[in-house]
């Protein structure tokens, strides 16, 4: 048995596109953008880096993640992670890191001031359409003091482990 399993957190790096299977299953896809600063030790400089990843998500959870996510969100990505090796137009082999998503959670604090219709919350899109891993279930309401708990949502992002 082999098991190889990502987790991710960056920027989409284009709208979302959906499109359909000729059985019908929706499939969406985008790509995030993860950024690493290294400091390099022969100068001291911080040296930028990004790896991109495409990531496909299937299903009803496609469908949620077309209309609730755009371009510059914050996400978490949760899935299976294989790479693939194809030529490029200049005819270079190039290597593609792809991530078949099993969860994707928007990590937005608020809307964007271009996207008036959009809600900001948080995007579930797994198995049981729950929190992410260590993101908490949040707390108990504020304002109305009553005892019922609200679904995790941006706020709880500290709770993260990592």
């Known amino acids: 048995m082999a098991f190889c399993k990502i987790s991710i957190i960056g920027n989409l ?18 790509t995030v953008a993860v950024n690493q600063s290294t400091k390099n030790q022969q100068t001291g400089e911080w040296i930028e880096e990004t790896d991109w990843f495409r990531v496909s998500v299937f299903g009803d959870r496609a469908e949620r993640t077309a209309e609730q996510l755009r371009k510059g969100n ?27 998503a099993d969860n994707v959670i928007n990590l937005e604090r608020r809307p964007r001031d271009d996207e008036a219709g959009f809600t900001g919350a948080p995007v579930a899109v797994g198995a ?12 108990s309401s504020g304002a109305g003091g009553g005892g019922s708990r609200r679904p995790a949502d941006d706020t709880d992002l500290d709770d993260l482990p990592f």
């Open 128 to 139: 049981g359409a729950g929190p992410a891993p260590g993101a908490g279930a949040g707390s």
């Open 74 to 100: 914050r996400v978490f990505v949760d899935g299976r992670f294989r790479t693939r090796e194809f030529e490029g137009q200049d005819g270079q082999k190039r290597t593609s890191l792809d991530v078949i």
């Open 13 to 30: 790096g284009r709208d979302p596109e959906m499109r359909y299977t000729p059985n019908g299953k929706a499939v969406t896809q985008f």
